[in-house]
């Protein structure tokens, strides 16, 4: 156990749709990532806050947005779904954004749109 | 942008050595870090290197060159346990971690 917490741990929803998956950082913790990871891409960096701000972006979509609140927990939102969007979508976090801070990862929230 | 290079399947047996080997081009570079993957589940850390040299803990140890931006796992005494996906991740700018796509490692008996 990580003490990453992500939920839900499964969601299906239909395209067109909207989601939100929120993650709870280790105790601790003020930077949070999330990742994208589908069978035919690994793992893909999407976003990165630290303490409540945006620090570093990647390949996130215009449809995707998220934020961190002030008690660091982080929601991750994703709407007009596409069938291509079923993933799984993991948080990380670590203590800072040093150099040598590992990342912790949740277990991941599986996603499939139909 | 960065590039990161992995085979991505090795196969070995139990008891065995094995080396997974990763090249990566990154524009900015804090460290590189190893996770170990088994399906569905999150990645787990293994390793981080940011001077050139080799990092032992336990029956697992990394190696990086910068000049070559090379890094090796290796995974000694194998067991059953270790089939699994392990990812070579270089560290850019603000943290942010580039993942490889992954070696599948199978340890058969």
């Known amino acids: 156990d990580s003490g990453v917490t992500q939920t839900p741990k499964h969601l299906i929803t239909a395209t067109g749709q909207r989601v939100t998956l929120r993650c709870s950082p280790r105790s601790g913790d003020l930077s949070v990532y999330w990742y994208q990871q589908s069978l035919d891409q690994g793992l893909q960096f999407l976003i990165q806050?630290?303490?409540?701000?945006?620090?570093a972006k990647g390949n996130i979509l215009e449809r995707f947005s998220a934020q961190q609140f002030p008690d660091l927990h982080s929601e991750l939102n994703l709407s007009s779904l596409e069938l291509g969007d079923s993933a799984l979508y993991f948080c990380?976090?670590?203590?800072?954004?040093?150099?040598?801070?590992?990342?912790?990862f949740g277990p991941g929230t599986r996603l499939t749109v139909l | 942008g960065q590039n990161i290079d992995q085979p991505t399947e090795m196969t070995a047996t139990e008891g065995a050595i094995v080396q997974i080997n990763c090249t990566y081009q990154t524009s900015g570079f804090n460290g590189l870090f190893w996770y170990q993957q088994h399906a569905g589940e999150a990645p787990t850390f293994l390793s981080y290197?940011?001077?050139?040299g080799l990092e032992e803990k336990g029956r697992f140890s990394s190696f990086l060159s910068r000049s070559k931006g090379y890094s090796y796992l290796l995974l000694k005494e194998l067991q059953m346990k270790d089939s699994a996906s392990y990812l070579c991740?270089?560290?850019?700018?603000?943290?942010?971690?580039?993942f490889g796509k992954g070696t599948m490692l199978l340890v058969s008996p």
């Open positions: 290197n940011v001077l050139d």
């Open positions: 990380a976090s670590s203590l800072t954004s040093g150099r040598g801070d590992e990342q912790f």
């Open positions: 806050y630290y303490n409540g701000e945006e620090r």
């Open positions: 991740a270089p560290k850019g700018r603000y943290s942010t971690l580039t």
